[in-house]
């Protein structure tokens, strides 16, 4: 476990602070420094090795996955994005209003947008506002925390990266009396229903009772809407798709032919939620050689890369109450596409 100071500076920023008084104002603590890579690598040979092959989604998301989930929010398919800012944007205020005074702990803190709708509407100047962002890359926290804590100068930030797992134990003492949990952008839904429950009780034992979870999640809507989000016209989604054997191929040296492999993304009604997959177009070796692996995929065979699960208020209020919340209440967009629930730890 360690400690890393500021270490990049903002882009694009109008009020200009000192150097040495932003970093008074971050930590970074880095959980599980040693040995990432050789445990990201081996949990990755162990995916491939399956009869059903799996990558980590997190493979998606790198800066140049980050940047096609940004232009995608402008394809009109892709409703996701655009309903989780307009019911950030709309109903942050009246979270705010039912919890008080908090500190924040954002789980997957990636997107600086959705981010700054939480911290305004906590923001009253003068009052001192602690945010704990957990990431999976402390590079990430360094990137966003510059602006962050120049447009708010109340604010200071203690990051988490790494081992989401180690998070409870480094973190840091409260300044205000309650916590806020915050995971958005569906990222529950990246989880199977097992994880879902595991890091749910995991969170419940890390905050106290009368602390606050807030979870926004995609709703389920009609198939049709969901799977052309995530075949769009332009061709994004397949790109950030694809994007996962690029970042193979420069992290690990992988000889992958990308041609080989096309996109695929169906929804699937039984248990309401898209699966996103890369499919073997031809019958092929793949090697990895800074892995020092390789493997066969049939004609056809396919990797999965994603999964999207969709709820509904019943779903999740079954989820919360059985991790140890109760339900206090919840916001949706006009066509309810995407919602904010609200739970408080018993």
Not at 313 to 329: K, T
């Amino acid at each position: 476990m360690g400690s890393a100071a500021l270490g990049r500076q903002g882009v694009g920023i109008e009020v200009r602070l000192p150097m040495a008084v932003l970093e008074k104002r971050l930590e970074v603590t880095v959980l599980d420094s040693t040995g990432g890579d050789l445990s990201e690598g081996s949990d990755l040979v162990t995916r491939l090795c399956r009869p059903d092959k799996v990558l980590p989604p997190k493979f998606l998301y790198d800066d140049r996955g980050r940047e096609l989930y940004q232009r995608l929010a402008a394809v009109p398919e892709c409703y996701m994005p655009r309903a989780a800012k307009a019911v950030l944007r709309a109903f942050s205020g009246e979270v705010a209003r039912l919890t008080g005074p908090i500190d924040i702990i954002e789980i997957g803190a990636d997107d600086l947008v959705t981010t700054r709708h939480i911290l305004d509407a906590y923001r009253k100047p003068g009052r001192p506002q602690l945010y704990i962002p957990v990431t999976s890359d402390q590079v990430r926290t360094l990137d966003i925390a510059p602006g962050l804590l120049r447009q708010y100068p109340d604010l200071t930030i203690h990051g988490l990266s790494g081992a989401g797992g180690a998070a409870s134990a480094a973190l840091p003492p409260r300044q205000a009396e309650a916590r806020l949990a915050v995971c958005l952008d569906n990222t529950l839904g990246l989880l199977t229903a097992a994880q879902s429950q595991a890091f749910l009780k995991s969170m419940r034992r890390t905050l106290r009772a009368g602390d606050w979870f807030l979870a926004g999640v995609d709703l389920e809507t009609d198939p049709d809407i969901i799977e052309a989000a995530y075949n769009d016209s332009e061709g994004l989604t397949a790109e950030l798709n694809l994007n996962a054997l690029h970042l193979i191929n420069r992290r690990y040296d992988g000889r992958i032919d990308i041609g080989c492999f096309a996109h695929r993304a169906r929804f699937n009604e039984e248990a309401q939620q898209v699966e996103m997959s890369l499919r073997s177009l031809a019958r092929q070796m793949v090697s990895i050689p800074g892995l020092g692996f390789q493997f066969e995929l049939l004609e056809t065979e396919v990797i999965q890369t994603e999964v999207s699960r969709k709820f509904t208020l019943s779903r999740i209020d079954a989820d919360f109450v059985e991790a140890g919340f109760s339900f206090v209440d919840a916001w949706a967009d006009a066509k309810e596409l995407y919602a904010l629930f609200l739970f408080r730890a018993e």
